[in-house]
C-alpha cells in the first residue's frame, strides 16, 4: 500500500512534468494552426518543416553553439579544476566562490551584463558573443564535476608516475586524465544541455543572423506560433528520448551480466 | 557508456548542422530586414532572393519601441517603423536619405500617403502598408446596443474578457481619443489623466496584451480589443463570427514606411528590396497575404470595388477625425514610460 | 606547477564575469551623457511593489518547489540503481523541449476555454457550481492569475531542486541511517534528526536554484500572466529590450537585484553548517 502512494507519488510528478510535452506533440500532428482546437491529423508540418529554411537555420545555429560551447567549456573547465585542486585554501574558495556566481546568479541579470560587456567593447552581436556568453555559464558545470573525481584520485598516482620516469604530460595523460574522465564527461552533456536549453541569456547576446531556436521561439510565442516548431521539437525530444532509451537498456543489462559473473566467480571454490 | 552518448549526441548535432548549413553559404550577399511580425508574404522573400540572389536574413519585433532600442546595438538594412517611430529616428539622424534613383517604383505610391506630418519631404521613407486602429469584437458575445464607441473597453459588463494594447503609445492613444484629447498632446495632466484611465480599465481587462490578442480572439478566449484593420481581415478569416468598427470619437491613422538606417551595411540590397516591394506584383501578393490596406496606386484599381468599398480594407477616413501619430519632445516620450510602468505597477 | 593550470580560467572569470558586474555598477551610476548621477535610483521607490510582487512569487514558488521536489528526490534515493537512472533520465528529458515552448503548451491547458476547463465542463462542475453555489462564470479562472505564474516557475525550476537534494541523498551514510534504527528511532525521527539534517547543503542549494531564477523571469510571467502587473524581470527587459530603453535605469534596477540576492543568499547560507566546501550543486 505504502509503496503504491510513493509509486502514485512518482507518478503524479511525471504527469505534470510531461502534460505539456503531451500536448504539444499532440498538436504538431493538427491540421489547422491552433494550439488547441483539433482539427484532423496531418504530417504536413513536418513537411513544411524541412522547407522552412529559417528554423532550420535556428537550429543549425542552436546546435553550433552548444557543441563549440560545450566544447570549449570542457576544455577550460576541466583544465582550471587541475589547477584549482591544486591550489591554496583561499585561492580555492575565491575561484570556487566567482566559479558560482554564473550558477546560482539569474539569467536575466547575467544576460544583461553581457550586453553592456560587448556593447562596451564594442563586439557586434554574433555567433562570438553567443558562444563566449555560452561558454561562460557551460563552464562552471565542467569545474563542478572535474573536481570531486580530483579529490578521489590518489595523490601519490600522479608522482608514482613520474618517479617512474613518465613525463609530466605522459602522467597527466595516462594517470590523471582516465581517472577524472567521467566526470569531465558528465560535465560535458550538462554543458551542452545548458546550452541547449538556455533562451534568456542567448536572448540578450543573439545578433540577427546568429538567432537560435529559442529566440526565434520566443518571437513567436508574442503573436503566432506554427505548429513547425512542435514538429522540430517533438523530432528532437524523440531522438533523444530513443538515444537515453539505448543507453539505459544497455547499462542495466551491462549491470545484469556483471551480476551473474559476480555470483558464478562466487560459487566457485 | 557515457562517453558514447555524448558521441552520439555530438554525431546528431554534426548531422543536422550539416542539413541546414548547407543553404547558408557564407559567402553570399546578406541583407537583413526588421519587420512587424506576420508583416509579409515570406514567399515574397524567397521570390526576391532568387531574382536577385541576394539572401534575406529577416527578423520580426512586437512594437516600435522594441525596434527602436534594438537598433542601438544590432544593424539592420531595412527596417519599416511606423510613423511616429521614423519621425523620431529622422530626428535622431537615425537613417539615410533614399536616392529614389534606385527605387523608380516610388512613383506607384499614392500621393495621399506621402508627405506627411513625420517625413513632410518624403526623404526617408517608402509607404508600405497604412491603416486605422478599432475594435474587433465577438458578435456573439457583445450586444449590438454597446459598440459604437471607445468605451466598450471600459464597459464591465465585459469583465475579464476583453483586453488593451501592450504598448504605451498606443494604449495611451487610445485612452486620448476616448477622453477626446489630440494624439499628440504634450500636455502632462491630459496624460496623466489618460494613464488613470487606463488604470480604471485594469480590472475589465483579461489582459494587456500585444501580439497575444491575434490568438486570444478567434479562439474566444476575448470577447473584444482594439487592433488595426489588417489583422481584423485575417482573424474574421479565422473566425467569422469576429466583426470589426472604429469607434466614432475617431482613431489614429497609421502608415507603415520602409527604411534605410543609417548604420546600414547593403544599402544597394535595401534599395533593391524595397524596389522590390513597391513592384505591383509583389505590392498585390503582399496585400493578400497581410490584409493592411496598400498604398500602392496599381493595387487599388485593380481591386474590386466591393473590396475597395469594405471599411475592412480601405477604411473611409472621412467618416471620423482621424490623427497619425508624430514624434514627441524627448521629455514626453520618457513621461511616457513613466506612466506605463505605473500603469502596470 | 599545476597551480598555474587555473589562469586561463581566472582571466576568462574576470573578463566575463566580474567585468560585467562592474559595468553594470558603473552604468547604473551614470547619465545618457556619461555624467555622473544617482538620478536613476530615485525612480525605485516607486518599483517597490513590483520588487514585492516578485519576491512574493519567488518566495511561494520556491515553497511549492521544496514541498514537492523534496520527497520527489527521498522517494528517487530510495529506488534500485536502475530505476534511478531512469528517474534521472526522465527529469532530464524534458529539458531538450524549450522551456517557452513547454510554458506555452501550458496556455493551451489553462485558458478559460482550455483542456482543463473543457474538462471541468464536460464532467459537469461548472454547471454544478452554476446551479448551487451561485457561480456566475462558465469557466474556472486558472490562466492569467498569479497562481498560473507560480505553476509555470515551478513547472520550469522543480528540476534543480530535486537534483540537489537527490545527489546528497544517494550520499548519506546507510549506516548512520541503520544506527539510528537500531537504537530503537521511529522512522519520521530518523528522517527528522538524521536524514534531513544531513541533506541540508542540497536543499539549500536546490532554494537558490528555484528562488534566483524565479525571481527575476519575465518570460512565464508575460506568457502565463496577464501582463497586467509588471515583475522585476519584465522591468529589466522593458529597460533594455522593450519599450522603455534606458540601460542606466535598468542596470540601477539590476544592481539592487543584485544586492537583495545576494543578502538573500547569505541569510540562506546561515543555515547551512558551513561543512560542504563547494555546496551541494553537483548533480
Redesign the interface.
Same mark, same amino acid.
Not at chain 2, 1 to 6: E, H
Not at chain 2, 57 to 60: G, H, L, V
Given at each position: 500500500m505504502k509503496k503504491f502512494f510513493k509509486n502514485f507519488y512518482l507518478l503524479l510528478i511525471f504527469l505534470f512534468l510531461y502534460a505539456p510535452i503531451v500536448v504539444l506533440m499532440i498538436f504538431s500532428f493538427n491540421d489547422s494552426k491552433s494550439r488547441r482546437l483539433w482539427n484532423g491529423f496531418t504530417t504536413r508540418w513536418y513537411v513544411e518543416l524541412f522547407r522552412d529554411a529559417d528554423i532550420l537555420h535556428s537550429l543549425y545555429v542552436t546546435l553550433l553553439v552548444a557543441v563549440a560551447a560545450a566544447a570549449i567549456a570542457t576544455v577550460l573547465g576541466t583544465i582550471a579544476a587541475i589547477g584549482i585542486h591544486n591550489m591554496g585554501r583561499r585561492a580555492k574558495a575565491a575561484y570556487l566562490t566567482v566559479n558560482n556566481i554564473p550558477m546560482s546568479s539569474s539569467d536575466t541579470i547575467m544576460g544583461v551584463t553581457f550586453m553592456l560587456l560587448f556593447a562596451a567593447i564594442g563586439l557586434d552581436k554574433g555567433y562570438l558573443t553567443l558562444i563566449l556568453a555560452h561558454v561562460t555559464f557551460c563552464t562552471p558545470y565542467v569545474v563542478l564535476n572535474v573536481m570531486p573525481k580530483l579529490r578521489q584520485l590518489d595523490k601519490n598516482a600522479y608522482e608514482a608516475a613520474l618517479d617512474l620516469g613518465a613525463t609530466p604530460h605522459q602522467a597527466l595523460h595516462k594517470v590523471i586524465l582516465p581517472e577524472i574522465m567521467p566526470g569531465i564527461v558528465t560535465g560535458a552533456i550538462m554543458a551542452f544541455t545548458m546550452s541547449i536549453d538556455d533562451f534568456v541569456v542567448s536572448y540578450f547576446t543573439a545578433g540577427t543572423t546568429s538567432q537560435p531556436l529559442s529566440v526565434v521561439i520566443y518571437s513567436m510565442t508574442r503573436h503566432r506560433m506554427t505548429p513547425k516548431i512542435n514538429a522540430i521539437s517533438t523530432i528532437l525530444f524523440l531522438i533523444v528520448l530513443a538515444l537515453l532509451i539505448v543507453i539505459n537498456v544497455r547499462q542495466s543489462r551491462d549491470e545484469k551480466r556483471r551480476e551473474a559473473a559476480r555470483r558464478k566467480g562466487a560459487m566457485q571454490p | 557508456? +557515457? +562517453?558514447?552518448?555524448?558521441s552520439?549526441? #555530438?554525431c546528431? /548535432?554534426?548531422c /543536422?548542422?550539416l542539413?541546414?548549413?548547407c543553404?547558408?553559404a557564407s559567402s553570399a550577399e =546578406?541583407l537583413?530586414v526588421?519587420n512587424w511580425? %506576420?508583416y509579409i508574404d515570406t514567399d515574397l522573400i524567397d521570390q526576391f532572393e532568387e531574382e536577385t540572389g541576394i539572401k534575406v536574413? *529577416?527578423? $520580426?519585433f !512586437?512594437?516600435n %519601441?522594441?525596434l *527602436? @532600442?534594438?537598433i542601438? $546595438? $544590432?544593424?539592420?538594412d531595412v527596417i519599416i517603423p511606423s510613423d511616429y517611430a521614423i519621425s523620431r529616428f529622422i530626428d535622431e539622424d537615425m537613417l539615410q536619405p533614399l536616392n529614389y534613383d534606385h527605387i523608380p517604383n516610388m512613383k506607384l505610391i499614392d500621393e495621399k500617403y506621402t508627405h506627411l506630418d513625420f517625413d513632410p519631404e518624403q526623404k526617408y521613407s517608402v509607404p508600405y502598408t497604412w491603416g486605422v486602429v478599432g475594435i474587433v469584437y465577438n458578435t456573439k458575445y457583445v450586444d449590438k446596443a454597446d459598440i459604437g464607441s471607445w468605451d466598450l473597453l471600459w464597459n464591465p459588463k465585459y469583465t475579464?474578457r476583453t483586453a488593451m494594447f501592450?504598448?504605451?503609445r498606443d494604449a495611451l492613444g487610445i485612452a486620448l481619443m476616448y477622453l477626446g484629447y489630440s494624439l499628440n498632446t504634450t500636455d502632462k495632466d491630459e496624460l496623466r489623466e489618460a494613464a488613470d484611465l487606463i488604470i480604471a480599465g +485594469?480590472p475589465v *481587462?483579461?489582459?494587456?496584451?500585444? !501580439?497575444?490578442i491575434? %490568438?486570444k480572439l478567434p @479562439? %474566444?478566449?476575448i470577447v473584444a480589443a482594439p487592433y488595426y484593420n489588417g489583422d481584423a481581415v485575417t482573424m474574421i478569416d479565422e473566425n467569422p463570427d469576429l466583426a470589426f468598427y472604429v469607434p466614432k470619437e475617431g482613431t489614429n491613422l497609421f502608415v507603415d514606411a520602409m527604411c534605410i538606417p543609417k548604420n546600414a551595411k547593403n544599402v544597394s540590397g535595401a534599395e533593391k528590396f524595397i524596389n522590390f516591394m513597391c513592384s505591383t506584383e509583389a505590392a498585390m501578393a503582399n496585400w493578400e497575404y497581410v490584409g493592411y490596406s496598400s498604398p500602392q496606386t496599381e493595387v487599388y484599381n485593380e481591386l474590386d470595388e466591393e473590396i475597395t468599398s469594405d471599411p475592412l480594407y480601405f477604411p473611409d477616413i472621412t467618416q471620423y477625425p482621424t490623427e497619425a501619430y508624430t514624434n514627441l519632445p524627448t521629455e514626453i516620450n520618457q513621461y511616457y514610460?513613466d506612466l506605463? =510602468? !505605473?500603469i #502596470?505597477? | 606547477m599545476k597551480k598555474s593550470f587555473a589562469y586561463p580560467y581566472g582571466v576568462w572569470l574576470a573578463v566575463f564575469i566580474l567585468a560585467p558586474i562592474l559595468m553594470v555598477v558603473v552604468y547604473a551610476f551614470l547619465n545618457a551623457d556619461g555624467g555622473f548621477t544617482l538620478h536613476n535610483f530615485s525612480y525605485l521607490p516607486g518599483y517597490l511593489p513590483i520588487f514585492g510582487r516578485s519576491f512574493w512569487l519567488a518566495f511561494l514558488s520556491t515553497v511549492v518547489c521544496l514541498a514537492l521536489g523534496y520527497p520527489m528526490a527521498y522517494l528517487m534515493s530510495r529506488l534500485s540503481a536502475s530505476k534511478q537512472s531512469l528517474c534521472m533520465m526522465l527529469i532530464m528529458l524534458p529539458m531538450w523541449i524549450n522551456f517557452l515552448l513547454r510554458t506555452y503548451a501550458w496556455m493551451s491547458i489553462l485558458e478559460n476555454n482550455g483542456f482543463i476547463n473543457q474538462f471541468f465542463r464536460s464532467i459537469g462542475l461548472i454547471s454544478f457550481l452554476q446551479s448551487h453555489f451561485g457561480y456566475s462564470l462558465d469557466y474556472i479562472p486558472l490562466i492569467n492569475t498569479q497562481g498560473a505564474i507560480v505553476l509555470g516557475m515551478v513547472y520550469n525550476f522543480l528540476p534543480f531542486m530535486v537534483l540537489p537534494i537527490y545527489t546528497v541523498l544517494i550520499k548519506l551514510d546507510r549506516k548512520l541511517i541503520e544506527a539510528a534504527q537500531d537504537l530503537g528511532a521511529p522512522t519520521y525521527l530518523v528522517f527528522r534528526r538524521v536524514i534531513f539534517p544531513l541533506s541540508i547543503p542540497g536543499v539549500i542549494s536546490g532554494i537558490t536554484m528555484v528562488f534566483v531564477p524565479s525571481v527575476s523571469t519575465f518570460v512565464i510571467s508575460q506568457m502565463l500572466g496577464s501582463g497586467k502587473n509588471l515583475l522585476v524581470g519584465d522591468l529589466i527587459d522593458l529597460q533594455f529590450m522593450g519599450g522603455a530603453y534606458n540601460p542606466h535605469l535598468g542596470s540601477a534596477i539590476a544592481l539592487v537585484m543584485i544586492i537583495l540576492i545576494f543578502i538573500c543568499m547569505w541569510i540562506m547560507n546561515k543555515f547551512d553548517d558551513g561543512s560542504s566546501e563547494e555546496g551541494g550543486l553537483l548533480l
Open positions: - | 557508456m +557515457k +562517453k558514447r552518448m555524448l552520439l549526441l #555530438l546528431s /548535432a554534426m /543536422a548542422g542539413l541546414s548549413g543553404g547558408n =546578406v537583413n526588421y511580425g %506576420e536574413i *529577416y527578423n $520580426t !512586437d512594437s %519601441e522594441n *527602436y @532600442s534594438r542601438q $546595438t $544590432t544593424s539592420y475579464n501592450n504598448n504605451s +485594469k *481587462y483579461q489582459g494587456i496584451w500585444m !501580439d497575444q491575434l %490568438e @479562439s %474566444e478566449e514610460n506605463w =510602468v !505605473d #502596470l505597477t | -
